[in-house]
């Protein structure tokens, strides 16, 4: 099955500066990587997810963006807030597998005010 | 309005013991879901319901068994508990089909004494 990697487990970024987390996966059959963010006591929810026929995607302060052939992904956030002190996770599914995610796991991201 | 509920979202309990946890959503989904988060915060996916048909089932004790009366309704029941299964529960749900996000609940924190 999917083996999914992320890096680091553990984010400190200052106020304003730039947060990039990154994860691998095993699957070339993996075409759809959503990132969710789990704010302490909530379950995860949905900020950003790409499918594999799209390089890079952007809503506002956040990216993502794909490299199928090395099959990794990666998380930006720029101008970090306080707010966006979470835990991050990323994921992969395939096609055809139910949609099965197989998750990361997780980086915690605190941003020093 | 709530999209993803579960109760309780607190369960504290004895080893041995029988317990449910409820997870009902009112977004039209067909598609239901529960997993583990362990105290590493890794999820891993432990069933999936399309339409009240179990689709996905992981490697779960056969002590963890889910009832799906309904689309909206996947329920968890656990059979004699085992310190191993604290942790926190969640239910998500999804369009049916290929490849969609996945809906989070809050969580259900189960802790076995």
């Known amino acids: 099955g999917e083996n999914v990697e992320q890096h680091p487990s553990t984010l400190s970024v200052q106020e304003g500066d730039s947060a990039v987390i990154k994860c691998t996966y095993s699957?070339?059959?993996?075409?759809?990587f959503p990132w969710y963010k789990q704010e302490l006591g909530k379950g995860p929810q949905l900020i950003i997810d790409?499918?594999?026929?799209?390089g890079e995607k952007k809503d506002q302060r956040i990216a993502v963006t794909l490299n199928k052939t090395a099959k990794h992904f990666s998380l930006h956030i720029t101008e970090t807030q306080p707010e966006d002190s979470a835990v991050y996770f990323c994921a992969a599914s395939t096609m055809g597998t139910g949609n099965q995610f197989y998750f990361g796991t997780g980086t915690s991201l605190t941003v020093i005010p | 309005d709530t999209a993803v509920s579960q109760t309780p979202k607190y369960l504290v309990t004895q080893m041995g013991n029988d317990k449910s946890i409820k997870c009902e959503q009112n977004l039209g989904h067909d598609t239901m879901y529960w997993y583990k988060q362990d105290s590493k915060k890794f999820l891993k996916i432990m069933f999936s319901y399309n339409n009240k048909e179990l689709i996905i089932n992981e490697t779960v004790p056969n002590r963890f068994s889910p009832k799906s009366p309904d689309k909206a309704h996947l329920n968890l029941h656990i059979n004699s508990l085992e310190l191993g299964d604290s942790a926190v529960y969640f239910c998500?749900?999804?369009?049916?089909?290929?490849?969609?996000?996945?809906?989070f609940g809050p969580g259900t924190r189960l802790t076995v004494t």
């Open positions: 699957d070339s059959a993996s075409n759809y």
């Open positions: 790409i499918r594999s026929n799209v």
């Open positions: 998500a749900s999804s369009l049916p089909g290929q490849i969609y996000e996945q809906y």
